[in-house]
């Protein structure tokens, strides 16, 4: 598959190299159709250059011819301007000279430069160039390390891999003959354990108490076939030998409760109980307990100076265990006697140190403890107790040596296909090192050939800058030269020009002037004309190379092609291979998996076997402790049995032979049962308790005795103060009456009126009847008198009480408002008369009353709703207010009046 995969590799390789080529090629020959192109361009302007030329050269033939002979013609007229024409021949000559000099400089000056530009354009391209496979370099470098690295990282990691499966089979093969020694372990534990169960089953469940259900849980999980069971609330907690009654009592029934991890566990105690037949049993889940928290009358109860404390604080117990705790105890208080719990109980649950219980709605249980009651802790250790925990311990080890061995295989599994991965991967990383190596290879050759041609063409570019300079500076001796010789023509040209006739001489200085402009004309050809030559020859070099590269992609194309067919050979071959290889695997794994199928075949034959051996065994000991459990009982029965025969005799009772059949027997014994349950609750302690409450009565009646006597005294007394309450009434009474008579005779100018009592015998159980009559009125009672009138009434029975028993101090409000003017005056005269030994406070509106004042202040009502108190008032501005009924007016005036008598 390495090999497959490799010419796979080289086969994408070359097809990738195959589409670069082909895109190079296309570019390379785009780029000779423009330089085809250009070469015929620079083809048209040569052609066009040397038509020019050929112009230019007859231009200056004939204007050479002309001016030859005008300067023959001016000879003729002197021999002075022959000679001047020489010399200027000769100068023209030097000038013509010099500017052939100065074009060929100008264009080997311009050729250097474009050699010094070309050289730069190269050394940019391969600097370029250069930067681009350095940078490809320094990936490669990047990608060899990184690959070095991961390679390194794998092999470490096989070699780590190869290290863990030895040490694995090592452990493997040490926890397999742990299993094995484990195994044979158990299997001598349970046979020591069941023999010994056997003799301790009656006997233990005696001692604990438990229900068939409970012992049956215990006893799976002590053999290791319940998982999560924790033990008995009775198991878990530790009690004090004094408190011990009272916990018990408080528990009852839940001691037994099954303390488990889980709900799950639980529901596996409870399909176990299901499945065997046995009975029922509670299971307390940690995982779903609640605590909860203890009611109001239970926190009242447990403050009570004879209340030991909560019943679940007298425990001693996990604390993991709480919310369990919670359940079996609850808010139960514990008390220290019977009548403690009396006092309290009512609303909460209460026990005594000897085992009385009371209950939160009120029943009371009680009476003497039976010995065989559940019992807390865990029983004292034996030889089956001590079997028992090292199977169950050992039951444990192998379950973990088990899950070890398990987890260690699974480990195996993925080491070993872990390492079968970096093996195949480890041959990639080879193949792609090797790949890697050949094109830093090539690229470092490229590279040194680049930095090569880089440094021939930085020569190139020194050479052409020295040799423009050169030429630059003979530009500029020959442009100095050119300037002298244009001088002395000039000259010389002035001279011939006057010694010339003046037609002749414009005609040769024409004649110049065209030859002079012709001629640079040609040179300006001549100097185009060589340009393109060069740019032609160096486009002919440049379509040269690129022939010569679209050539060596072809041969690249080629060679690629070649690998492809190669690797494609290669490919077909390993397939043909590889395919012999899968054909022999897939028969080999036939037959791992058929032998595979044999063991597992085997494997469920023997625990079969083994579980049809494990259930016969089983019987095997439910048969022997059922036959241990008979004789153990046989035991106890003939105890029992001995010890009803020494009870009857010590009783003297007398048997009747023969015995009723036991199935009678057990009859009445029911019956009986029955009928004792149905008396139930008995109060063992009634006797003592009828005579605490006959004591308790006695003491009663002495205090009922007692109690009527002190009734028989207070009467008396009773008696005694009411006639002298009486008597005290009768006086007050009528002193209050003479004073009443004589004061509302006095304020009514002549009236009579009196107090009467409704119940004179019996003053206290009547009221007070008020007669008057007014003058010259009959005798009325209070109720049939006018407004005006109660008012008087009521102020004279006022008075004379005030007169009986003066008050230092008096508040009256308006007390004439019903009053006549008469009556006003009448009561003001009465109240200043009165204000002798009390001082009288009166608000009136009555201006007579407000003239018997001995201090006046003024109240009224300002617009802001607050009252204003005025120290001193002039009577003269109030008008005097009418009371009901005397005038139309008959209301309050906005001001009202106070004064102080006294």
């Known amino acids: 598959r390495l090999e497959r995969f490799r010419a796979e590799d080289r086969e994408e390789k070359a097809k990738d190299l195959i589409d670069e080529l082909k895109t190079a090629k296309a570019t390379q020959q785009q780029e000779l159709r423009g330089i085809r192109r250009q070469l015929t361009a620079y083809k048209k302007q040569l052609d066009d250059f040397d038509n020019d030329m050929g112009v230019h050269r007859k231009v200056i033939d004939d204007l050479q011819t002309e001016l030859e002979a005008a300067n023959a013609a001016a000879s003729e007229s002197s021999k002075d301007i022959e000679t001047l024409q020489r010399d200027i021949a000769q100068i023209r000559k030097e000038h013509d000279e010099a500017l052939e000099d100065q074009h060929a400089l100008a264009l080997e000056r311009d050729r250097a430069k474009e050699r ?55 452990g493997e093969k040490r926890l397999m003959k742990e299993a094995n020694d484990l195994e044979n372990e158990i299997k001598r534990l349970s046979r020591e354990f069941n023999s010994l169960k056997a003799e301790s089953d009656a006997a233990i469940q005696l001692e604990k108490g438990y229900t068939r259900a409970v012992n049956a849980v215990m006893d799976a999980r002590d053999r290791g076939k319940l998982r999560g069971v924790l033990g008995t609330i009775a198991e878990l907690a530790e009690v004090s030998k004094k408190y011990e009654n009272a916990l018990t009592v408080a528990a009852g029934g839940r001691m037994q409760s099954v303390v488990v991890e889980d709900d799950e566990a639980a529901a596996h105690c409870i399909n176990y109980l299901k499945k065997t037949n046995i009975g029922r049993a509670t299971f307390l889940p940690l995982n779903k307990m609640r605590k909860g928290r203890p009611g109001g009358k239970a926190l009242m109860a447990v403050q009570h100076d004879k209340a030991i404390g909560f019943a679940r604080d007298l425990v001693k117990y996990d604390e993991h265990y709480e919310s369990a705790f919670w359940y079996a105890f609850g808010d139960t208080v514990v008390v220290k006697d019977l009548n403690t719990a009396r006092k309290l109980m009512g609303g909460v649950r209460l026990v005594t140190t000897d085992g009385e219980l009371t209950e939160a709605s009120g029943a009371m249980i009680g009476g003497a403890l039976a010995k065989s009651m559940i019992r807390f802790g865990a029983p004292a250790k034996t030889e089956f107790d001590q079997v028992k925990k090292a199977l169950r311990q050992t039951v444990d080890r192998s379950d973990t040596v088990s899950a070890k061995l398990q987890s260690l295989r699974e480990t195996m599994y993925a080491t070993e296909t872990e390492l079968r991965e970096l093996s195949s991967r480890e041959g990639t990383d080879a193949s792609k090192l090797d790949d890697i190596g050949v094109r830093r290879k090539d690229y470092k050759g490229r590279l040194k050939a680049m930095r090569d041609e880089r440094k021939k063409q ?57 030859s002079t402009d012709a001629r640079e004309s040609l040179r300006d050809a001549e100097s185009k004309m060589e340009t393109v030559q060069t740019q032609n020859g160096l486009m002919q070099k440049h379509e040269s190379d690129v022939v010569g590269k679209i050539e060596e992609i072809e041969r690249d194309l080629e060679e690629a092609k070649s690998v492809i067919l190669e690797a494609k050979e290669t490919a077909r071959a390993m397939d043909v291979e590889l395919n012999g290889l899968l054909k022999i695997e897939m028969q080999t794994s036939s037959e791992v998996e058929r032998l595979r199928t044999t063991k597992e075949k085997a494997f469920e034959a023997k625990t079969k076997l083994l579980g049809e051996v494990d259930g016969l065994e089983t019987k095997l000991e439910t048969h022997a402790d059922l036959m241990i459990q008979l004789k153990v009982k046989t035991q106890a029965l003939e105890g029992a049995l001995q010890e009803a025969e020494e009870e009857c005799a010590r009783y003297d009772v007398q048997v009747k032979q023969p015995l009723p059949p036991l199935e009678t027997l057990n009859i009445t014994v029911r019956d009986t049962e029955v009928k004792m349950a149905r008396l139930e609750p008995v109060n063992m302690r009634s006797i003592e308790e009828y005579d605490v409450q006959v004591k308790r009565r006695d003491e009663l009646q002495q205090e009922l005795k007692q109690l009527d006597k002190q009734k028989k005294d207070l009467l008396k007394l009773v008696e005694e103060l009411n006639k002298k309450k009486k008597y005290g009434l009768y006086k007050v009474f009528d002193a209050i009456d003479r004073n009443f008579q004589e004061i509302f005779k006095e304020l009514s100018n002549g009236g009579d009126a009196h107090l009467q009592l409704e119940n004179p015998d019996e003053p206290f159980e009547g009221g007070l009847i008020i007669e008057a009559r007014p003058l010259n009125k009959k005798v009325l009672r209070l109720e049939s008198l006018s407004g005006g009138e109660k008012s008087l009434t009521a102020l004279a029975l006022i008075f004379a009480i005030q007169r009986f028993d003066p008050s230092p101090f008096y508040l009256l409000d308006e007390v004439d408002m019903f009053l006549d003017a008469v009556n006003a005056e009448m009561v003001a005269r009465m109240v200043a008369k009165n204000s002798s030994y009390a001082q009288v406070l009166m608000i009136s509106l009555r201006k007579v009353t407000l003239t018997k004042a001995d201090q006046l202040y003024g109240v009224t009502l300002t617009g802001s709703g607050v009252s204003d108190v005025v120290g001193k008032l002039n009577l003269a501005e109030f008008k005097a207010v009418k009371p009901p009924g005397e005038g139309k007016s008959g209301g309050k005036g906005k001001a009202t009046g106070g004064m102080v008598h006294g």
């Open 116 to 170: 010094m530009d070309r050289a730069s354009m190269e050394l940019a391209q391969l600097e370029e160039s250069m930067k681009t496979l350095e940078f490809e370099l320094k990936d490669l470098e990047f990608s060899t390390s990184d690959i070095s690295k991961a390679s390194m990282n794998k092999r470490d990691r096989i070699k780590e891999l190869q290290a863990t499966i030895y040490s694995s089979k090592a």
């Open 458 to 514: 930085q020569k190139v570019t020194v050479d052409a800058q020295a040799e423009a300079d050169s030429r630059e500076s003979d530009l500029k001796a020959i442009e100095t030269r050119l300037a002298e010789l244009e001088v002395k023509r000039d000259a010389l040209s002035i001279k011939v020009n006057k010694a010339t006739p003046k037609d002749l001489s414009e005609r040769i200085a024409k004649l110049h002037e065209g």
